[in-house]
């Protein structure tokens, strides 16, 4: 079946091409007011264990533009039967018996794949803790390549929490088949864990570790902007120590190229400017916009298989 769980299932190059033609083709068909039939007669369940805007509410509206229809839990953690115990592995198995497909979000790291192990529909990691999530990855090299025409010899430059960063931790499988540098601007205590280190070391991907974000602004294509993950933090002292690490603002945009993106999962809660929301190169609700086109091609794509 195909279960869409970690960055590096989809980190292919000719399968990103493919899924990326397709959003890119979804995009034309909907501003034309095309409606599809793809999903006709197809319920997707959205089961989210933890809160989200973007992810949840795309992944709907992806399945309604396709023709499908859509059975949601907002708030799975407290208004299903997990709040009774109910494991992750028992709703997936009977969710699945009333949905085509399952898009999962939940607190625990590893919990989407125990889903998928008894689920008799695909499965979809919408994010699992501090692990992964592939779809934002996808979603998010689609926008680099869309902005600056192709990833080869550019500088991808990521601030913020590499430690819980989820998006970060499924984009890496994704990046490294690209000719790119990667600069991690974080606090020490928010470095990148050693594996995905050991990833790009193994795939020979030039990247630097430094905790100021100035001197290398210069260099970078993208400045992908990630909060500090404040839910993640088992000490309010040191979320406080840290969560104003960065601020991207107008000064930070002066210092970058004026061919340059910044990027953002989003939400924003402090660390970029709503000032520089109208400069051109702030590419992060264009970035969300994609994502309604791009979960509608890896929707296509799951059920495919
Ligand atoms: N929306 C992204 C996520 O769910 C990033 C974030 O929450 O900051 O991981």
Do not use: C, W
Request: net charge negative; hydrophobic share 40%; no cysteine.
């Amino acid at each position: 079946m195909n279960h869409i769980l970690t960055g590096k299932q989809l980190a292919d190059r000719k399968l990103m091409e493919e899924l990326f033609k397709t959003a890119q083709e979804f995009e034309n068909r909907d501003k034309k007011g095309e409606v599809l039939d793809v999903f006709k007669g197809k319920i997707v369940a959205t089961l989210f264990f933890e809160p989200s805007t973007r992810t949840r509410l795309s992944f709907e509206a992806a399945v309604l533009k396709l023709g499908g229809q859509v059975l949601s839990t907002e708030n799975a953690a407290g208004a299903s039967t997990a709040i009774k115990g109910e494991t992750i592995e028992d709703i997936a198995r009977i969710v699945s018996g009333y949905a085509d497909m399952i898009v999962i979000r939940h607190p625990e790291a590893g919990s989407v794949e125990r889903a998928a192990s008894t689920s008799q529909s695909p499965v979809i990691n919408a994010g699992d803790g501090t692990h992964e999530h592939p779809t934002q990855a996808l979603l998010d090299v689609y926008t680099m390549q869309k902005e600056l025409g192709g990833l080869d010899g550019k500088t991808v430059v990521f601030i913020g929490d590499h430690r819980n960063g989820r998006t970060l931790h499924s984009m890496l499988p994704m990046l490294v088949l690209f000719k790119v540098k990667i600069i991690l601007v974080s606090p020490e205590e928010l470095r990148l864990p050693d594996e995905y280190k050991e990833m790009l070391t193994g795939a020979n991907v030039p990247f630097e570790e430094v905790v100021e974000l100035e001197s290398v602004l210069g260099e970078a294509d993208v400045l992908y902007v990630a909060r500090i993950m404040k839910e993640r933090f088992s000490s309010p002292e040191e979320y406080e120590r840290l969560k104003d690490s960065y601020l991207t603002n107008k000064d930070t945009l002066s210092k970058m190229k004026s061919t340059a993106v910044v990027m953002a999962a989003l939400p924003r809660v402090g660390e970029i400017d709503p000032n520089i929301d109208s400069d051109p190169r702030a590419a992060y609700f264009r970035e969300a916009k994609n994502g309604l086109y791009v979960r509608m091609a890896l929707l296509v794509y799951a059920l495919q298989k």
